[in-house]
C-alpha cells in the first residue's frame, strides 16, 4: 500500500509540472487539439516531449519523473482513456498487471452546468521507453527466430529474403506483435492474457503502443480502438 502511495504521488507531482509546461508554452487544455498543432510549438520548454494519435496526446518531461500524461482530443474519445485505467485496474485482479503499463486518472474531464464537456480529464501513466524502430526489429527478429525454430533453421544466417511468400510476416503484423509481448510469459499465463485482451477488446496493438520498462515488455496503449 506504501509503495502505491508513493508511486501516486510521484505521479501527481509529475502532472503538476507537466501541466505547469503545458501552460508555458501557451497551449489551452480546454482545446487539446491545439497542441498538435506545429505552428504553436515555438513556445515548447525545454524537455517537454509529446507523442499523439488519432484519439490522444501524451506529454512528457523527459528530465524529471518517469511518467507521462495522457489527454483525449476531444469528448468522444475521453472514453478510451477512462477504459484504460478500468482495464489496468482488471488487469492487478487479474494477475496480468506486469504487461501493462501502470496508470491513473488525475483529473476527471469538467462539464458545465448543463452537462457540456468543457475541459479534458488528466490521465497519468508510467513512462515507456517506446522507439518505433527498435520495436520493429526486434517483433521481426523474433517472428523470424521462431519461424526458423520451427523448421530447424539457424536464424542468424537463414536468408529470409528466400522464403519471404512463405513467411511474409511484417514486423507491425498486429498478432505478431502481441506473440511478441508473450514472449515472456509461460503458457498459463498466455492464455489468461488472450482471455482478458479478448474480454476489453484490446485489439489496437502494433509497434507504436508496446514498449520496455526495464527488462519488461509492456503494452502502453491499452484503450482498444473503435468499439
Given at each position: 500500500?506504501?509503495?502505491?502511495?508513493n508511486?501516486?504521488?510521484?505521479?501527481?507531482?509529475?502532472?503538476?509540472?507537466?501541466?505547469?509546461?503545458?501552460?508555458?508554452a501557451?497551449?489551452d487544455?480546454?482545446?487539446p487539439?491545439s497542441?498538435?498543432n506545429y505552428a504553436?510549438?515555438?513556445?515548447?520548454?525545454?524537455?517537454?516531449?509529446?507523442?499523439?494519435?488519432?484519439s490522444?496526446?501524451?506529454?512528457?518531461?523527459e528530465?524529471?519523473?518517469d511518467?507521462?500524461?495522457?489527454i483525449?482530443?476531444?469528448e468522444?474519445y475521453e472514453?478510451?482513456?477512462q477504459h484504460?485505467v478500468?482495464?489496468?485496474?482488471a488487469?492487478?485482479?487479474?494477475?496480468?498487471?506486469?504487461?501493462?503499463?501502470?496508470c491513473?486518472?488525475y483529473a476527471?474531464p469538467q462539464?458545465?452546468?448543463?452537462?457540456n464537456y468543457?475541459?479534458?480529464?488528466?490521465?497519468?501513466?508510467?513512462y515507456v521507453?517506446?522507439?518505433?524502430d527498435v520495436?520493429?526489429?526486434?517483433?521481426w527478429k523474433y517472428?523470424y527466430?521462431q519461424?526458423?525454430?520451427?523448421?530447424?533453421?539457424d536464424?542468424?544466417?537463414y536468408?529470409?529474403?528466400?522464403?519471404?511468400n512463405?513467411?511474409?510476416?511484417c514486423?507491425?503484423?498486429?498478432?505478431l506483435?502481441?506473440?511478441?509481448?508473450?514472449?515472456?510469459m509461460n503458457?498459463?499465463q498466455?492464455?489468461?492474457?488472450?482471455v482478458?485482451?479478448?474480454?476489453?477488446?484490446?485489439?489496437?496493438i502494433?509497434n507504436?503502443?508496446?514498449?520496455h520498462?526495464g527488462?519488461?515488455?509492456?503494452?502502453?496503449?491499452?484503450a482498444g480502438w473503435?468499439?
Amino acid at each position: 500500500m506504501d509503495r502505491l502511495l508513493n508511486r501516486i504521488n510521484e505521479a501527481a507531482m509529475a502532472a503538476n509540472r507537466i501541466i505547469d509546461m503545458i501552460e508555458l508554452a501557451g497551449f489551452d487544455l480546454t482545446d487539446p487539439t491545439s497542441m498538435i498543432n506545429y505552428a504553436n510549438y515555438s513556445n515548447i520548454p525545454e524537455g517537454m516531449q509529446y507523442a499523439y494519435g488519432a484519439s490522444r496526446i501524451a506529454i512528457w518531461d523527459e528530465y524529471y519523473y518517469d511518467y507521462v500524461i495522457k489527454i483525449a482530443l476531444n469528448e468522444k474519445y475521453e472514453k478510451y482513456c477512462q477504459h484504460e485505467v478500468e482495464v489496468y485496474e482488471a488487469a492487478v485482479k487479474e494477475g496480468l498487471a506486469d504487461s501493462f503499463a501502470w496508470c491513473m486518472c488525475y483529473a476527471e474531464p469538467q462539464y458545465d452546468d448543463e452537462g457540456n464537456y468543457e475541459v479534458p480529464g488528466i490521465y497519468v501513466m508510467e513512462y515507456v521507453d517506446c522507439n518505433e524502430d527498435v520495436n520493429s526489429d526486434e517483433v521481426w527478429k523474433y517472428g523470424y527466430s521462431q519461424y526458423c525454430n520451427e523448421r530447424g533453421l539457424d536464424s542468424s544466417s537463414y536468408d529470409y529474403a528466400d522464403d519471404y511468400n512463405e513467411w511474409n510476416r511484417c514486423d507491425d503484423d498486429n498478432e505478431l506483435v502481441l506473440e511478441y509481448v508473450e514472449s515472456q510469459m509461460n503458457d498459463e499465463q498466455k492464455r489468461l492474457f488472450n482471455v482478458f485482451m479478448m474480454k476489453w477488446w484490446i485489439t489496437d496493438i502494433h509497434n507504436c503502443n508496446i514498449g520496455h520498462i526495464g527488462n519488461r515488455i509492456v503494452i502502453l496503449d491499452y484503450a482498444g480502438w473503435n468499439w
